[in-house]
T-cell receptor
């Protein structure tokens, strides 16, 4: 079974500084995908970034990058130049093992609440 | 805007009642996933449909059921509601290759 662990319930960062949100995972499957989602106070889930287990390079999307360390089973999200609008809950998720055509349900961590301080 | 729509946005009902939540996936997406987000359990996968067929089941109670229609919209039916069913219910859709799942805005269910 897959498991995602986010050990930081809450984080504070100064505006314009970089911040790293931790995520470790556990799986016995050789092929998997890792995701980060942002959930603002309004409640919607916003997809940020994806990393495949066989991807050679760390994923980047604008100010978001994923620090993927396969041997350590970690997939930390790095947000550069934090903005006030980055204040939200952040969830790390893993795509479950491929169990049939189109089966890609996600297992989520408990989330980290990020607060950006002006 | 993810392109996934969910109705209603809010739903308030009483214990013992039955409700139906509706989801329309992004244009062209064949897979629909339902998730429940509660304070106790966090975000949990409930059930997945692919092109009208049930494909995977997660922690879905027997009182809950879902279906996907020929036009690919999906409905999640919750019956004999209990206080503990109060949660945010998300629908997500993905394309065949399934990398990203795009979430709808959610339906916030309150059971009184």
């Amino acid at each position: 079974a897959q498991k995602i662990t986010q050990t930081q319930p809450g984080m504070f960062v100064q505006e314009k500084e970089a911040v790293t949100l931790d995520c470790t995972y556990d799986t016995s499957d050789p092929s998997y995908g890792l995701f980060w989602y942002k959930q603002p106070s309004s409640g919607e889930m916003i997809f940020l970034i994806y990393q495949g287990s066989y991807d050679q390079q760390n994923a980047t999307e604008g100010r978001y990058s994923l620090n993927f360390q396969k041997a350590r089973k970690s997939a930390n999200l790095v947000i550069s130049a934090s903005q006030l609008g980055d204040s939200a809950m952040y969830f790390c998720a893993m795509r479950a093992a491929y169990s049939g055509a189109g089966s890609y349900q996600l297992t989520f961590g408990k989330g980290t609440k990020l607060s950006v301080i002006p | 805007d993810s392109g996934v729509t969910q109705t209603p946005k809010h739903l308030i009902t009483a214990t013992g009642q039955r409700v139906t939540l509706r989801c329309s996936p992004r244009s062209g997406d064949l897979s629909v996933y339902w998730y429940q987000q509660s304070l106790d359990q966090g975000l949990q996968f409930l059930i997945q449909y692919y092109n009208g067929e049930e494909r995977a089941k997660g922690n879905i109670l027997e009182r809950f059921s879902a279906q996907q229609f020929p036009d690919l919209h999906s409905e999640l039916n919750l019956s004999s509601l209990e206080l503990g069913d109060s949660a945010l219910y998300f629908c997500a859709s993905s394309a065949l290759t399934g990398h990203e799942q795009f979430f709808g805005p959610g339906t916030r269910l309150t059971v009184l």
